[in-house]
């Protein structure tokens, strides 16, 4: 067979990588970074996640086309995500020639922009 | 063509191991890319009320016990190496190894569940912490921290239901590697079911800080 | 005999190799697994089509002739559902698709056999639990399940057609999976991607829609669900929750659904237009590309069902821009078509009267989808009949005719026999006369206001709705017709040969109807696709 046999010790330091990348997420959550800390909770979870998809699944040694798809799934996954963003955090955007009670009450109360 | 148990089989249509191999992993990540969307539908609706109820998820989230979490994240890591060191004790052909990877991998998802479903969500419920089934919580903006529960018991329902079948597949995988169904040149199961459970620690290492690390900084 | 001793004596082909039930209900044979969702949607497509008489035949009075408002509610949703989700989204994928993909690509089966068969019990089982819910006393939430309506004011099967469907659309996700691996690992040695046949760039399109878009519609219906069962207010604005977010959730997934449902018929149109014209089609690097730019660009769009919803006005200029662009590649394919009909040498069977009325339905079906995207006219006619014939001329004007056309065109090589000419020609056009009459006044019943989806409407409409309603009855007896020939066929009809239309394609090189394995050895392929213009010259030749 063709299929790639990673060395152990490239788990161990993986799953090392994954409990400090841990370790630094939750810590750092503790800090006030304003919405900073959700970037960077999100960025050391997509590290996280790379280090997984990356040496566990084998992606590093996989066909293009397998990876093609991964990237396809995330693609759209960030369409779907920011388009509806997009009606979401858009709806208190009326100009000035829409003003009317009808129309800037908030669909939803307790909304912020 | 089969030629003997532990020899690899080659289904009829394929017309040789490498494309049956090459056929199921693609397959296997197909698979897995409409799970990310599954899960990104969810993730989705979390993220428009996130967005609309920023504060009342704070407090959500600060209700929950980060140590659990980040505990049952180290825990769910653990079980990925272990599942990796059995794919990498079936590429070898080492049956006894990867029946008790397997079986590590089945132990520490153990611990995950039990964590989850006891320790968690049984206690949540007490807390008055369950929406639509025993809510006493009164503090402001009571019905948005509802939702972020809401989202809570739903993305992480989902991921434990996910990991349930991924217990019931492993028992039948370590039945099969205790008859010695699998070796150097047959162990695709093995892997694919690797692909599988290291996608489900994935998704829970998005939900942890998503979840648990929200509210962790700031007073309310 | 063993049983490849039985599959390779002479004669024996897929049909007769094995008889008795279990040899049907337990095959891994892609073309019987084609059977066993050929009669399923067959049976789905009556259920739906008797919602839709009733919902016709309600309508020539204006204060509805037949049932009270929330039955006709009932009707329209069943219709809707039933025809969605049970007949259009699987029709050509699985009957179709399943029998023609191995054959087209040389293989003896799709990658994974047991997995198809599979999707046929999953299909069942979801389909089974929304007849339940059916005969249980049925939904009326429309097909859109539109929440807080479906969530917190009904008390009827929401949940459980909620579920029948979301356990279908697995059928669908699994189906798609396969077909593309099919498709990339399984093809003849000489196949190159450039070489497929159209059918197939159609139908991988329609496979990455089913992968990325099945999954979320799963996770909408399971949220109403949850809100049902817990009343926990995810789309409660009471709580917080926004219904639009549903609409978000569920478009997504139904947008694309519609392109599920009309790019398999094109790539049908594709390759019966070229086989009964006799010529090399047109541009076919452009139409399998488009067949991409759809699955993706239509991924974009979905906002433009939710204009009038109270999304922001911003989101609505964008998902307005985006389905203009949709329509494009839409529209490449029909130019190809038109300039491979042009010059070619066409006879008129009945497969190609069904492609050339879809081109013709299709076009207006997709002209008025441009209205439809420009919001400052949805405004108007939103919600009216204007959409709902626009999305029937798509559908049934596209979709179904091109699902008829296919049926007609492989029917020789999928059964082994040739069903009646002269018959299948009359119900051809019998089908797009009905058709015509039924679906053309309601753009003008929608333009003058007629709102969908109502049991009772004002009486200066209802002269459009009786000549509507008599279109729907010719509409009827043309799809009563085919049933009965096809049905004839398979006792009574001619021995087809392996290639009556003398068409190009792996599939016509191999018997009517073809052994199990397909192939009695796998093809080599070493020429461009369409090869039309070298059988001319050999005629001429010979």
């Known amino acids: 067979m063709s299929e790639h046999i990673a060395p152990r010790k490239l788990y161990y330091m993986v799953f090392f990588g994954l409990l400090t990348l841990t370790l630094i997420t939750w810590q750092v959550a503790y800090i006030d970074l304003g919405k900073w800390n959700t970037v960077v909770m999100l960025i050391i979870a997509a590290g996280k996640a790379a280090l997984v998809g990356t040496f566990f699944m084998h992606l590093r040694w996989s066909a293009s086309m397998v990876r093609l798809v991964v990237f396809a799934a995330l693609f759209w996954l960030v369409i779907m995500i920011s388009l509806t963003i997009c009606d979401f955090s858009t709806r208190k955007n009326v100009q000035p020639w829409q003003h009317s009670a009808a129309i800037t009450q908030p669909m939803v109360p307790g909304i912020k922009c | 063509m089969h030629n003997s148990q532990t020899q690899t089989v080659v289904y009829e249509q394929f017309d040789d191991r490498t494309q049956q191999h090459e056929a199921s992993s693609l397959g296997m990540w197909i698979f897995l890319a409409t799970e990310i969307m599954f899960f990104g539908a969810v993730l989705t609706a979390y993220t428009v009320y996130r967005n609309l109820f920023t504060t ?165 | 005999m063993s049983s490849s001793e039985v599959a390779n004596r002479p004669g024996a082909n897929y049909l007769n190799v094995d008889y008795g039930i279990k040899s049907w209900l337990l095959t891994t044979d892609h073309k019987r697994i084609a059977w066993l969702y050929l009669v399923a949607i067959t049976f789905f497509f009556a259920v739906g089509g008797v919602a839709a008489t009733l919902m016709r035949l309600n309508l020539l009075e204006p204060q509805g002739l037949l049932v009270e408002p929330e039955t006709y509610n009932k009707l329209f949703s069943t219709h809707g559902i039933v025809m969605i989700f049970l007949f259009l989204v699987p029709s050509i994928p699985a009957v179709l698709g399943n029998f023609l993909i191995p054959m087209m690509l040389g293989a003896r089966d799709v990658a994974f056999p047991r997995l198809n068969l599979l999707s046929w019990y999953v299909f069942m089982t979801g389909g089974s639990i929304v007849m339940y819910a059916l005969i249980a006393g049925g939904v009326d939430t429309g097909w859109t399940f539109y929440t807080p309506l479906s969530t917190m004011y009904l008390n009827t099967h929401v949940m459980a057609t909620a579920t029948g469907i979301f356990i279908a659309g697995f059928s669908s996700i699994l189906t798609g999976l396969n077909f593309v691996v099919t498709i990339h690992k399984m093809r003849a040695p000489g196949l190159t991607w450039f070489r497929l046949p159209l059918f197939i760039w159609a139908m991988y399109a329609t496979s990455i829609i089913f992968i990325i878009g099945t999954p979320v519609i799963a996770i909408s219906l399971a949220l109403i669900v949850i809100e049902r069962l817990f009343h926990v207010g995810i789309f409660d604005p009471a709580l917080g929750g926004d219904p639009i977010l549903f609409q978000h959730l569920f478009w997504f997934y139904s947008h694309p659904a519609v392109y599920v449902m009309i790019l398999p018929s094109m790539g049908v149109i594709s390759e019966v237009i070229t086989a009964l014209s006799h010529k090399k089609i047109f541009g076919y690097h452009f139409i399998a590309f488009s067949s991409i ?206 290639n009556p239309w003398q068409a190009t394609g792996l599939e016509w090189t191999t018997a009517s109807p073809p052994p199990t394995h397909n192939f009695e050895e796998t093809p080599v392929v070493t020429e461009e696709p369409y090869g039309y213009d070298r059988i001319a010259e050999e005629i001429q030749v010979a």
């Open chain 2, 56 to 220: 009342a998820f704070e407090v959500g989230s600060h209700l929950l016990n980060t140590k659990i979490g980040a505990l049952n994240t180290a825990v769910l890591i653990g079980s990925s190496l272990t599942m990796a060191l059995a794919v990498h004790a079936a590429q070898m052909g080492k049956r006894k190894l990867l029946m008790t990877f397997i079986a590590s991998t089945m132990v520490l998802g153990g611990v995950f569940l039990y964590i989850k479903f006891v320790l968690e969500w049984l206690h949540e419920y007490h807390d008055g912490l369950a929406p639509g089934l025993h809510w006493t919580y009164a503090g402001p903006q009571s019905g948005h921290v509802a939702m972020f529960f809401v989202f809570y018991f739903i993305l992480t329902g989902i991921h434990a239901t996910h990991m349930i079948v991924g217990e019931g597949i492993m028992t039948v995988l370590f039945v099969m590697a205790w008859r010695g169904r699998f070796s150097k040149e047959r162990y695709n199961p093995i892997e694919m079911f690797g692909l599988y459970w290291h996608f489900v620690d994935i998704v829970w290492i998005f939900l942890f800080p998503l979840l648990y690390l929200l509210g962790a900084h700031g007073a309310h």
């Open chain 3, 293 to 498: 730019a759809i699955a993706a660009i239509g991924f974009l769009v979905w906002g433009h069902h939710m204009f009038v919803s109270g999304q922001s006005i911003y989101a609505g200029l964008v998902f307005s821009a985006l389905s203009m662009a949709v329509a494009i590649p839409s529209a490449v394919k029909v130019f190809n078509w038109t300039a491979t009909l042009y010059k070619g040498s066409i006879s008129y069977e009945a497969p190609m009267l069904y492609a050339l009325g879809f081109i013709g339905l299709f076009t207006i079906g997709g002209l008025t989808g441009l209205y439809l995207a420009t919001t400052a006219v949805d405004q108007h006619v939103h919600a009216t009949y204007f959409v709902v014939a626009h999305f029937h001329y798509i559908m049934v004007g596209g979709a179904i005719m091109g699902y008829m056309a296919g049926i007609h065109f492989w029917w020789p090589k999928i059964s082994g026999k040739l069903y009646p000419d002269g018959w299948s020609r009359v119900a051809a056009v019998i089908i797009f006369v009905g058709f015509n009459l039924t679906f053309f006044p309601q753009f003008i019943l929608g333009y003058l206001g007629m709102p969908r989806r109502y049991a009772v409407y004002p009486p200066e409409f209802q002269t459009l709705n009786v000549i509507s309603t008599a279109g729907a009855t010719i509409l009827g007896l043309g799809y009563i017709i085919p049933l009965i020939y096809f049905a004839w066929s398979v006792r009574y009809g001619a021995p087809a040969g392996d």
